[in-house]
């Protein structure tokens, strides 16, 4: 054995390198290849960022940053702002227009349905200010008129026995109640310098503006209106004693005293007009009154010295009289001889309010120059749905 090693060491024959010192060569290689990968794809990152930051510094330079709704709203408010501008369209036809709100064009007409966001601004100052819109039945419809099918009579009924003959019973009646849509247009101007300045922000004022004019004009009509072309009010229906009630009318209830609340025990009146209404529709009654008779009623009191009115806990609660909340609708009479100035009734069953939920805008910078024109309009009505949810308190001695 030693012989043997020995004459190999004396030819300088080996087995070869260690089978570590290959994997340490090879593992070294492989790093150098990751590292100049990880350097590579760096590099790369880098001058991508770069090129993203220069895009935009250079789009959205001396702009606030905007948020992902913002964002998304943008190419609507762009392009109608546009076109209130300066009555350029090409936008609004080229953008594929999303949701209820602007999704047709009425280029026979020159004008386009308000983009989202001023839309749903005018709707919301609508039902702020409208006051009879806020406890209203509101639908949306797309056609001309909207049908509301009541049926305000009782079936027929019997006791029956296992041998009698049975008799035929009464049959319930419907009525089909037709409310048509309106239109209510407004028609604010603006100088074409104005519209010029781009520091003026041309969609809330055009939102303001239009939401002055229609909130005013309904909630005229939805009290007092007389149904040419424009919606029937409640109080320009019928009104008979609530004893003689007969469907197509409304039921009042008076105070004893012309003009005025009975001299003695005035808040029995209110105590009569809340049970003159049916307890089906009480559930969900509300009281409607302007300023003035609201300044009246409040301070009334019961036998025992209690006020029949107390005031919202809550910011934003309202008024409650007896228990049940009141509206302050400036459009109700004020007291007078005769006047039915306070109504009480469920209302989401009494009144219905139908409307196409677009709003059209049509710029006109001829008629009126150096003054842009600008001419919004929607189709609405309103009428009685259930003449039974409604009473009314007459000022007069029957």
Request: one cysteine or more.
């Amino acid at each position: 054995m030693k012989t043997e090693c020995k004459a190999r060491a004396g030819t300088g024959l080996s087995d070869g390198p260690a089978p570590a010192a290959e994997v340490k060569t090879a593992l070294a290689g492989f790093l150098k290849e990751i590292k100049g990968f990880q350097d590579e794809v760096k590099t790369k990152m880098q001058q991508q960022d770069e090129r993203l930051t220069m895009l935009q510094t250079k789009t959205f330079a001396g702009r606030p940053a905007l948020s992902v709704a913002a964002t998304e709203e943008a190419p609507h408010q762009k392009a109608f702002a546009a076109y209130l501008r300066s009555g350029d369209d090409d936008a609004l036809r080229g953008l594929v227009l999303e949701g209820k709100a602007l999704n047709t064009s009425v280029s026979a007409e020159g004008g386009y349905l308000v983009d989202p966001q001023t839309s749903e601004t005018i709707r919301g100052v609508l039902k702020a200010t409208a006051s009879i819109r806020q406890i209203a039945n509101v639908v949306n419809v797309e056609a001309t008129s909207f049908d509301v099918l009541v049926d305000h009579t009782e079936m027929g009924s019997g006791w029956a026995t296992e041998t009698a003959t049975l008799t035929e019973t009464g049959t319930p009646q419907i009525d089909r109640i037709s409310i048509p849509l309106h239109e209510l247009s407004a028609m604010p101007k603006a100088s074409q310098r104005l519209l010029d300045d781009s520091a003026f922000d041309i969609e809330s004022w055009l939102a303001g503006r239009i939401a002055d004019k229609f909130a005013r004009a309904e909630a005229a009509a939805f009290v007092n209106g007389n149904g040419v072309d424009k919606p029937t009010g409640f109080l320009n229906h019928a009104s008979v004693a609530n004893d003689a009630w007969a469907w197509g009318s409304l039921g009042y209830v008076a105070t004893g005293a012309d003009g005025d609340f009975a001299a003695l025990n005035a808040s029995d009146a209110i105590v009569d007009l809340v049970y003159a209404l049916d307890a089906e529709y009480r559930a969900n009654a509300t009281f409607v009154m302007n300023s003035k008779t609201a300044g009246a009623v409040r301070k009334m009191k019961d036998a025992d010295g209690r006020f029949l009115w107390s005031d919202g806990l809550q910011a934003g609660e309202p008024a409650r009289l007896m228990g049940y909340p009141v509206l302050i609708a400036e459009d109700m009479p004020d007291i007078a001889s005769g006047a039915q100035a306070i109504a009480f009734g469920d209302f989401k069953n009494g009144y219905t309010i139908a409307e196409r939920p677009d709003l059209r805008v049509l710029r006109d910078p001829f008629s009126a120059k150096p003054h842009v024109l600008f001419y919004a309009s929607k189709r609405v009505g309103g009428d009685v749905s259930d003449f039974a949810a409604i009473k009314l308190l007459k000022f007069a001695a029957s």
